[in-house]
């Protein structure tokens, strides 16, 4: 009896560790393969905002060869890193906000009690810069020229400006 007994539970034993692993290998397998779809769906996703941050830039001096190359002139004997001068200008351009009129740049009168500041910018070549700006209610957008002086000011000029409605 006992060995009979002995038996059944070896038996039960073996059909348990038997089941236990096919049962542990397939969930590993399972794990492995749900694991490589997510993988494969974040590689897609990463790829899709990478394109899609490339065409957004497309417009920028920060990737623009030709408007970079325009800064590395060396008839004139003097380069301008254009690394540099983004952040320069940038600051430049929003220093007028501090204005009591508002900045000036923005190619808007002053509407209500209060003055129109720049918000964003983005510059988009050698000679043009897109910028957002409100006054708390109203919003716009203006596209400026600047240049960049002898001397190594920069100058702005307003080209266009518009307000969207309310």
Known sequence: ?????????????????????????????????????????????????????????????????????????????????YEKLIPVVTEKLLDYNSNPKGNPFTGQDQIGANKFIINKVKILNHRWIIADFSDGEIWGEVLLKYFVNEDETISFEVNQSLLYQK
């Open 1 to 81: 009896m006992k060995r009979s007994l002995l038996l059944y539970l070896t038996i039960l034993f073996a059909l348990t560790t038997l089941f236990t692993y096919v049962f542990l290998s397939s969930e590993v397998k399972f794990e492995q393969q749900r694991s490589e779809k997510k993988i494969s769906k974040l590689r897609d996703s990463l790829t899709l905002v990478s394109n899609q941050l490339a065409d957004a830039n497309y417009f920028s001096l920060a990737k623009n060869e030709n408007a970079q190359n325009y800064f590395d002139n060396t008839s004139t004997k003097r380069t301008i890193q």
